[in-house]
């Protein structure tokens, strides 16, 4: 079987910087795997080229065997990669319920048959479920906007979510989230992850959630990669912790 | 309860404008097309700046190029609704082909481009006088037979003009209630992200120029025939702005927002007539305390009441929206 995401010698230079540097590794259906690193090591800039967003300088991105090169985001995402952003990204003048909508609708039909087709393409169930998942429930019909930060980590969230993706990318999901809400966040993508088996692959900051989230961690510095394991091996890596205190 | 309240209303609104004309004189009835003719010019642009969040100083150049059309067109014998239809289209098309900017440059400098483009129609209209007559413009533009009847009395044409009115709003309604809608607004808000949950944005954005244009270029076939004369001046920048100033006024990505919009700018001037000279003036005056007063637009006062409402019934409710 194909590995969900297949990452061969990706390079990305801005002028003489080697901002991601020949990095190669797969992700496993069904696996958490966190990607860490010191800041400007160059995670987001890989998943940047990951996601179509920017074009690699070298090497190769298959998402379920298929070269997806010069794909634009929009259609990376029909392809079933969702994902989240480092700033949060929500549609704060429209509820709760028409964010989780949109999130799922250009999946539904080709794009005249919902010119024609219901107003909610159908998905209005699917997105309460999906709202419920992520106890947002009371906010259904409240706008995005008027949320507090951590409830808009959740929508967001659960708009990557929406589609059914095979795979999802999130970027630094934990970032400016309480603690309370942390816990909450943590235990309701692990819930994903086990009830429907989706695939993550999470940027993140927070050692504590990445160590107690992640099946499998990868550590980026210099834009390359430097330790790969499980959590417990790579807190003990000397090269990692050298990169992170040793600056 | 409150869906059906509001469709009570139209449906009186509509009953209402359906037997009006027979207790007005006839210049009330032109004013009141004049109305409908630039609401349906201001509900084009709504979709594309309002809802899609779009920038575009040049609705008067597709009322132009939809007017040419439509008139030129009925004048070469060619039958008015293939007239009306070849205006929408071609304007359908040439927004396509403006859109294109749209995917590079947003917000002013968008509104830069549009305008270029404003003031090249208008060169186009005023020079190429083997075509439009120049500066003299086309006379004599036909109004419409509709089964046979003439429109030349103002109350037939009215029913026309109200027909287009009608078909044209439900249309748009039915566009905006349907994903696109939703597609739209993600565009307005959030481009990137929408981009990010499969929305092609490419499409939309053109798509939101084209059918604003073709909403444009309708409107301006109808207001050639309701004048029955243009001339480039009729299709100058002002105008693109006298359009543009409609949607902010009513409330820009209000479905309604155009029509008050529309109602306002083409009856205040008539209400303010007694003031003779200072007409233009109070109507400057007006426009700068509501836009400071309410920068939302008049739909967004009723907002405003909504939410003051719900304050009073949950004080603690959405300081966010109360920041806006």
């Known amino acids: 079987m194909n590995p969900v995401l ?36 160059g995670k987001s800039t890989l ?33 079933g990669v969702g994902r989240t952003f480092q700033m949060l990204q929500v549609f704060p003048e429209m509820t709760v319920l028409e964010n989780i909508i949109l999130a799922g609708q250009e999946h539904k ?10 107003p909610d393409a159908g998905l209005t169930d699917e997105a309460k479920r999906m709202i419920e998942f992520f106890r947002l429930t009371h906010q259904t019909n409240e706008k995005a906007g008027s949320l507090s930060y951590g409830q808009q980590k959740l929508l967001d969230a659960a708009m990557a979510f929406m589609a059914g993706p095979k795979l999802v990318l999130l970027d630094e999901p ?64 000397p090269q990692v912790i050298e990169a992170y205190l040793g600056g | 309860m409150n869906a059906r309240a509001n469709f009570l209303a139209i449906l009186a609104a509509v009953a209402v404008l359906a037997v009006l004309p027979s207790s007005l004189s006839t210049y009330s009835v032109y004013v009141l097309c004049s109305w409908m003719v630039f609401s349906i010019a201001a509900m084009g642009l709504n979709l594309t700046l309002g809802f899609a969040g779009q ?92 089964l046979g009847f003439s429109t030349n009395q103002q109350t ?60 444009g270029g309708i409107a301006g076939g109808l207001l050639g025939q309701l004048v029955q004369f243009i001339d480039p001046n009729s299709f100058t920048l002002t105008i693109s702005l006298k359009v543009l100033l409609m949607v902010i006024v009513g409330g820009a990505g209000y479905f309604f927002g155009p029509y008050l919009g529309a109602l306002l700018v083409i009856l205040m001037p008539e209400f303010l007539r007694f003031t003779e000279g200072y007409y233009l003036m109070l109507y400057a005056l007006l426009v700068i305390v509501l836009m400071i007063s309410c920068p939302k637009g008049l739909l967004g006062i009723v907002d405003r009441i909504k939410l003051s409402i719900k304050l009073r019934q949950n004080p603690s409710a959405t300081a966010w929206e109360q920041g806006k």
């Open chain 1, 6 to 41: 297949s990452v061969k010698g990706v390079s990305k230079h801005f002028g003489g910087l080697k901002a991601v540097d020949d990095v190669t590794f797969e992700v496993r259906r069904g696996e958490i795997l966190g990607l860490i690193g010191p800041n400007g090591s």
């Open chain 1, 47 to 79: 998943f940047n080229c990951i996601l179509g967003q920017l074009p690699a300088s070298g090497g190769k991105v298959e998402v379920d065997g298929r070269d997806v090169a010069g794909l634009r985001p929009c259609d990376l995402n029909l392809l």
């Open chain 1, 109 to 118: 039909g080709t794009m005249f048959s919902r010119l024609f087709g219901k």
């Open chain 1, 174 to 237: 934990a970032g400016g989230v309480n603690l309370t809400m942390l816990a909450h966040l943590k235990e309701r993508l692990k819930a994903f992850n086990e009830e429907r088996g989706a695939t993550f692959v999470v940027i993140e900051h927070n050692m504590e959630f990445v160590m107690s989230l992640c099946t499998r961690i990868i550590v980026l510095a210099n834009g390359r990669i430097i330790a790969e394991g499980e959590p417990e091996a790579v807190r003990n890596d």
């Open chain 2, 55 to 146: 920038v575009s100083l040049a609705q008067a150049a597709f009322m132009g190029i939809g007017a040419y059309t439509t008139a030129l067109m009925t004048m070469a014998g060619i039958p008015w609704p293939l007239a009306m239809i070849a205006a929408a289209v071609e304007c359908f098309l040439i927004g396509l082909v403006l859109g294109y900017p749209a995917l590079r440059v947003q917000h002013h400098f968008l509104a830069f481009v549009t305008l270029a483009f404003n003031a090249l129609v208008f060169l186009v209209l005023r020079n190429e006088e083997w075509l439009t007559g120049g500066t003299y413009g086309v006379v004599g533009i036909p109004r419409p037979s509709v």
């Open chain 2, 156 to 215: 037939g044409f009215y029913y026309v003009v109200f027909g287009f009115f009608l078909v044209l709003s439900a249309v748009l309604y039915g566009i905006l209630r349907s994903p696109w809608g939703r597609a739209f607004q993600a565009l307005r808000e959030n481009p990137i992200r929408a981009n990010s949950l499969g929305v092609d944005i490419r499409r939309m954005t053109l798509l939101a120029f084209a059918i604003g244009s073709a909403y």
